[in-house]
């Protein structure tokens, strides 16, 4: 498209030039003759003379002169004066030649001739054959290049568009191989990528990442809910089918029903943390905010865990920069989040250990820390204890008592939506610390 622009304007420009050559021409030779007219002593023979002497006629470029005096006698005339000029109006300025070749025409008046009877008419046409040709040997040639240029073009376009296509048909091809079953397919660096695909590329590779992992947690997800929920099922079901093969006494059936109790508000108690943690991930909730003074609420979860904690002769220690430190937070998850922190260090440190929880102020955030005199976490697990049904002994199958590897997952979610950060330092036979930072101020946020 470019190269039919830049030849049409190259034509018209010349076409143009031409005109403009030839305008200037015809208004020059007009000035010279009316000169001459004005000469004394001027002939028709001395006149027609100093014509052809000075504008000889070139093949191409023809001129023709008529010259009329007062009585509308032909006083000069060119020989070779055709005779389609003769009929045409003197108005006409610009006319075409019976074979098609445009000719300039121009007629003036002159009163103050010297030799001749005034007024004479003078009539001067010029043709531009040569020009013509010239414009259309070039329109020819150009045309000639358009089309070579238009077809080079198509072809160096066409391969380029190959070329730049060849890295997305391979893209493409292993995009259709990816499936659930082949997701560990990603998009091999290579010199052939355009610059322009490097960034689709790693994005796309991220993205298979992030689903290849997605699949893998969902895939062991269903095995572990599917394991956690059958363990409390078969106590149900393998007392009941015991309890149903003969009659019982009434205790026995006390026994097995409170057996069945137990086991179901354990399900239940399992369905609803996953509940939880799946509205909080997936669904907008707001949370119904309060100002919490983190030192009471601390100190409530504290006395209650202190319980529970002598059991297993455990001791219990908070401190606190400050007799009262504010939060807008859910006081339910609030408590929660403590109680779970809580349960974790009894569960996982030994006999006559101490437990210590501290509470200060850092960067507008309260940070709160629960250390334990546990066996601690090795580093390869650290990054896993969020997950659900992860725990650290690996054990699945469900102890007396013991949890179902939820907790720090439900924990993680409410500190999530109050905008907060948890993290976890641990060493093996040091213990462990969890590290909570909780916003001061903090705006509602739905997740």
């Known amino acids: ?83 389609f000029l003769i009929d045409t109006p003197a108005a006409n300025t610009t006319l075409y030649s019976p074979d098609g070749h445009l000719l300039l025409k121009q007629s003036r008046v002159i009163t103050d001739s010297r030799d001749f009877k005034n007024p004479v008419r003078l009539t001067m046409t010029i043709g531009n054959e040569a020009g013509e040709n010239f414009l259309s040997s070039y329109r020819q040639h150009a045309l000639v290049v358009l089309i070579v240029g238009i077809s080079l073009s198509f072809f160096v376009a066409w391969e380029i568009a190959k070329r730049g296509i060849r890295p997305l048909a391979k893209i493409t ?89 137990e086991e179901s508000q354990r399900l239940k108690q399992l369905i609803e943390s996953l509940l939880f943690i799946a509205r909080a991930e997936r669904l907008p909730l707001n949370l119904q905010r309060e100002p919490v003074d983190v030192v009471a609420q601390t100190g409530e979860m504290v006395d209650y865990f202190s319980v529970v904690a002598g059991e297993s002769n455990q001791e219990i220690h908070l401190y606190s920069e400050e007799s009262i430190l504010w939060i807008a937070a859910e006081r339910v998850l609030f408590q929660r989040v403590v109680g779970n922190l809580l349960s974790n260090a009894i569960k996982y440190s030994p006999s006559g250990t101490q ?93």
């Open 1 to 83: 498209m470019l190269l039919f622009w830049s030849n049409l304007a190259i034509w018209y420009f010349l076409d143009q030039t031409e005109k403009t050559i030839h305008t200037t021409l015809l208004e020059e030779r007009f000035d010279a003759l009316t000169v001459l007219l004005r000469s004394p002593n001027i002939t028709k023979a001395a006149l027609f003379e100093r014509v052809l002497k000075e504008w000889p006629q070139r093949k191409g470029e023809p001129t023709f002169l008529s010259l009329e005096d007062a009585d509308g006698n032909i006083v000069l005339r060119t020989t070779d004066y055709p005779q």
């Open 173 to 261: 091809e292993i995009v259709s191989r990816v499936g659930p079953r082949s997701l560990d397919q990603r998009i091999p660096p290579s010199r052939d990528l355009p610059l322009e695909m490097f960034d689709l590329a790693r994005a796309f590779n991220e993205m298979l990442e992030e689903l290849q992992d997605a699949f893998q947690r969902l895939s062991q997800f269903s095995a572990d809910i599917a394991h956690e929920i059958r363990t409390p099922l078969n106590i149900m079901l393998g007392e009941l089918e015991v309890a149903a093969r003969k009659a019982r006494t009434l205790e026995e059936y006390q026994d097995v029903v409170s057996s069945a109790l």
């Open 355 to 447: 437990i210590r929880i501290s509470l200060k102020t850092e960067d507008q955030h309260i940070v709160m820390t629960v250390q334990d005199q546990g066996n601690g976490i090795a580093p390869e697990e650290i990054r896993k204890v969020f997950d659900r049904f992860y725990r650290v002994d690996q054990a699945r199958t469900q102890s007396p008592g013991g949890g179902f590897g939820l907790g720090l997952s439900i924990v993680k979610s409410i500190v999530d939506l109050h905008g907060g950060k948890i993290s976890i330092q641990s060493d093996l036979g040091s213990g462990t610390c969890v590290t909570v930072r909780w916003p001061i101020t903090s705006p509602i946020k739905a997740v």
